[in-house]
T-cell receptor, first 115, second 116 residues
Framework: AQTVTQSQPEMSVQEAETVTLSCTYD???????LFWYKQPPSRQMILVIR??????QNATENRFSVNFQKAAKSFSLKISDSQLGDTAMYFC????????????FGEGTQLTVNP | DAGVIQSPRHEVTEMGQEVTLRCKPI?????LFWYRQTMMRGLELLIY????????DSGMPEDRFSAKMPNASFSTLKIQPSEPRDSAVYFC??????????????FGDGTRLSIL
């Protein structure tokens, strides 16, 4: 079974600064996907970024980027130029490569961006 | 482009009552997932379907929970009888597969269920 661990229950950052959220996972699979989802107070689950394990290049989406270390089973999220709207719960998630696979989520990190 | 649509958005009912949550996945998606979110247990998968067929229901808490997907555009999650510990936010998500690549799951806005 896969497990996902987010060791930071809460983090805060000043507006315009950079913050990194940590995630580690455990799997015996070689091909899989990793995701970061954002859940603002509105409770929507919003996909932030996605990484395929077979890709060595780290995924980037505007101000969001990841540091994917496959050997270390680490998948951190970096948010640059933090904005007030980035305040949310962030979930790291794992999915096997098999068709129609489930997501396994971490416990979440509550990020607060302060003005 | 409509996303995953869940109804109702909120449900408050008394224990012992039957509760039915509904989900319409994104058109063209062939996988559908039901998740439950609580403070104690976080986000956990209850059941998922591929091509309308239940694949893994090991997350369904007990026989009081049942889920159906009669066609590609509709699914229900039913709790009968409901109990206060069923209070949670229930999410439906859908996804597709493009070639050999799984596409990300897209979530509905969730149903906040309160059992009194």
């Amino acid at each position: 079974a896969q497990t996902v661990t987010q060791s930071q229950p809460e983090m805060s950052v000043q507006e315009a600064e950079t913050v990194t959220l940590s995630c580690t996972y455990d799997t015996s699979e070689n091909n899989y996907y990793l995701f970061w989802y954002k859940q603002p107070p509105s409770r929507q689950m919003i996909l932030v970024i996605r990484q395929e394990a077979y890709k060595q290049q780290n995924a980037t989406e505007n101000r969001f980027s990841v540091n994917f270390q496959k050997a270390a089973k680490s998948f951190s999220l970096k948010i640059s130029d933090s904005q007030l709207g980035d305040t949310a719960m962030y979930f790291c998630a794992f999915m096997r490569e098999t068709s129609g696979s489930r997501l396994t989520f971490g416990e979440g990190t509550q990020l607060t961006v302060n003005p | 482009d409509a996303g995953v649509i869940q109804s109702p958005r909120h449900e408050v009912t008394e224990m012992g009552q039957e509760v039915t949550l509904r989900c319409k996945p994104i058109s063209g998606h062939n996988s559908l997932f039901w998740y439950r979110q609580t403070m104690m247990r976080g986000l956990e998968l209850l059941i998922y379907f591929n091509n309308n067929v239940p694949i893994d229901d090991s997350g369904m808490p007990e026989d009081r929970f049942s889920a159906k997907m009669p066609n590609a555009s509709f699914s229900t999650l039913k709790i009968q009888p409901s109990e206060p510990r069923d209070s949670a936010v229930y999410f439906c998500a859908s996804s597709s597969r493009r070639g050999y690549s799984n596409q990300p799951q897209h979530f509905g806005d969730g149903t906040r269920l309160s059992i009194l």
